[in-house]
């Protein structure tokens, strides 16, 4: 939700700490603050807006100091404005803190300090916690922080600058990402690696309820009892300009680009000439994998979406039934679980609350959990007992679009994996599914060579304000997934129906004001009934744009506007068809003058519940 940087310097930290802090503006943008330590006191600055409007106004980089933190919000408790950005203060300003996260008690907590004569400025549940630290404050600022956090209910990850000590920079975490990257002669704290990769590819990750006491020269990790925890140190192997835009507009577009090469990393190890191996990522011997009686699938958004075509490619390739579950409502209807059952988490951030909280559900109930994950590290990864990473790199812009591509593909793997395990899948069908994949980078370049065409269409409608998107079978989820990204990025109001529901209710809607997106792509289950869907709907004065396969002379009698991509089968015909409706509700974003990077209300990694 909000975005977390510290570091702790042998040089100026404030245009160090400015630099680090853009990169996780994704996280968050309704204000932007940043506090450092000069010569023994602390100077804050803060103000609403994103962040180069608020340096411009406040010009961050004139702070002096070598020790600092910076914060970009994305707000959950009080409303964005300049009082309640981050960093928050004690009454005396020798503490400042940033935080991430949600304190489930400040209300209770607010009350008791306010019994005690504290006085708070803002309407934020992290004011609480720098008053809270003050309370307990004795001199030992580590022990005044785990004394406070053990108070807290609720989730955090924060950083703490003290002027009394002036030589460490304090970090903690629960149920919120926090890592410590550690440098030459200076080290940094961060919410995500993105925003240190310039400084240090080395990279501690902390745990729920650990606290860092972070200098120059080092970097100690204790519990909330005060004992010391040995911690390893990771390489990150991301390059730095993999996590800038290389060039595009937006990240939107630039990870759209992306996608062919993202899939060729995806399946990269894990496919041979003819046959699919992750038996070294999912640790289940055969005996386990032919035991699977069902599969659970739980996730949030765009993610979910992957889901629902993952169940049907799991059921009608390996044969296990599949239900897929809103991870945030998953937890609260106490899902009965065999042993028998697997749970797959997926999710691109890996920190996903809802999500977590669904797998953690799932353990309590002994569910064996297999997480589909992007971010290396990430909470849900360390917490599934097998991990599947979808290997798209950093994906920045809010909109997930090469994530998405990349969950399709490793459910794809993982399908046709169990399959041949389980026999469901003979040999020869193994190598055809194969081959199958390694089209699909050539595939998806195609389409993005035919972009120009794809822009034409988004100029004749970005002045709608409502759309409605079709699909049938495996490509239903893929008008839920159309219609998302549109909204997302243009705020046009845009819904994914089942073709055939749409004669249930939406069909009442149809007029020339409402474009109407099919994905019509050529199968030998659901075309023809597609087909009938979109006379109905012509039949009724709506436009039709339709995703077509290419060749296809049929489909464009009935249709408005055509846009095609190329055949593959039709478990795989998602991943195709999703391309064109990702750049469509870019270029409509572009058209209606809206940053498709960062859309209004949404973050990137939506960490509270
Ligand atoms: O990081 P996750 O995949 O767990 O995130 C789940 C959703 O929050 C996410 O997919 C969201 O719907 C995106 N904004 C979609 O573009």
């Known amino acids: 939700m909000c975005g977390i940087v510290g570091m702790i310097s042998y040089r100026k930290v404030s245009s160090l700490l400015l630099e680090a802090i853009k990169k996780l503006e994704y996280r968050g943008y309704d204000s932007v603050g940043m506090a450092c330590l000069h010569e023994g006191s602390l100077e804050i ?135 410590i990257g550690i440098g030459k002669k200076e080290n940094f704290i961060a919410s995500d690696v993105p925003a240190i990769l310039s400084y240090t590819k080395k990279v501690i990750y902390l745990e729920n309820e650990e606290i860092a006491v972070v200098k120059r020269d080092s970097a100690q990790v204790f519990d909330l009892d005060g004992k010391e925890r040995k911690k390893e140190v990771h390489m990150i192997k991301w390059s730095t300009e993999k996590a800038e835009k290389r060039g595009y507009d937006h990240f939107m577009l630039k990870e759209i680009y992306e996608q062919p090469d993202v899939i060729s990393e995806t399946v990269e190890g894990r496919i041979g000439d003819e046959s699919i191996d992750l038996s070294s990522e999912m640790k289940m011997s055969a005996a386990d994998i032919k035991g699977i009686k069902r599969i659970i699938i739980v996730a949030c958004g765009t993610s979910w979406h992957a889901g629902l075509i993952g169940e049907f490619m799991i059921e009608e390739l390996a044969k296990i039934p599949v239900e897929v579950e809103y991870a945030s409502e998953f937890r609260y209807r106490d899902p009965i679980l065999e042993r028998e059952t697997l749970v797959v988490a997926i999710s691109q951030s890996g920190e996903t609350a809802d999500t977590l909280a669904a797998i953690r559900e799932a353990k309590k109930k002994k569910a064996k959990i297999l997480s589909i994950v992007n971010v290396v590290g990430s909470s849900i990864a360390r917490e599934s007992d097998m991990v599947l990473y979808t290997k798209a790199g950093p994906e920045i812009g809010v909109a997930s679009t090469k994530a998405f591509t990349s969950q399709l593909v490793v459910l794809y793997l993982m399908t046709v994996y169990i399959g041949a395990v389980n026999g469901s899948i003979v040999t020869d069908q193994v190598k055809n599914r194969v081959r199958d994949i390694r089209l699909i980078p050539m595939q998806i370049r195609s389409i993005l060579e035919e972009a120009d065409h794809v822009e034409l269409h988004a100029k004749k409608f970005f002045t709608k304000e409502n759309a409605l998107y079709l699909g049938r079978g495996i490509n239903y989820p893929i008008a839920l997934e159309g219609a998302l990204k549109l909204k997302e990025v243009s705020y046009i109001h845009a819904e994914g129906y089942p073709a055939a529901e749409m004669k249930h209710g939406p069909i009442a809607l149809i007029d020339k004001n409402m474009p109407v997106v099919v994905v019509a792509t050529q199968d030998n289950r659901t075309y023809k009934k597609v087909l009938s869907n979109i006379q109905e709907v012509k039949a009724r004065g709506g436009v039709v744009i339709a995703i077509e396969t290419k060749g296809d002379t049929e489909t464009k009698k009935y249709v408005d506007h055509n846009i095609y991509v190329p055949k593959n089968s039709y478990i795989l015909s998602p991943l195709l068809a999703s391309i064109p409706l990702q750049l469509f509700a870019y270029y409509i974003a572009l058209l209606r003058k809206h940053d498709p990077d960062m859309p209004k209300n949404l973050a990137k990694s939506v960490t509270v519940e």
């Open 45 to 179: 600055r803060k103000d609403i807006g994103k962040i180069a409007d608020v340096d411009s106004k406040v010009d961050f980089t004139s702070m002096e100091g070598t020790s600092g933190l910076a914060h970009s919000r994305w707000s959950t408790h009080g409303a964005a404005t300049k009082i309640n950005a981050h960093p928050h203060s004690n009454m005396e300003k020798s503490i400042s803190l940033v935080h991430n996260g949600i304190i489930e008690n400040h209300h209770e907590l607010r009350e008791m300090l306010v019994k005690k004569g504290y006085q708070f400025s803002s309407q934020t549940d992290t004011e609480v916690i720098v008053h809270l630290i003050d309370s307990y404050y004795r001199g030992d600022l580590r022990e005044a922080v785990s004394l406070a956090l053990k108070k807290i209910d609720g989730s955090y990850s924060i950083g703490l600058l003290c002027s009394q000590h002036p030589d460490i920079l304090i970090a903690a975490r629960k149920d919120s990402p926090l890592i």
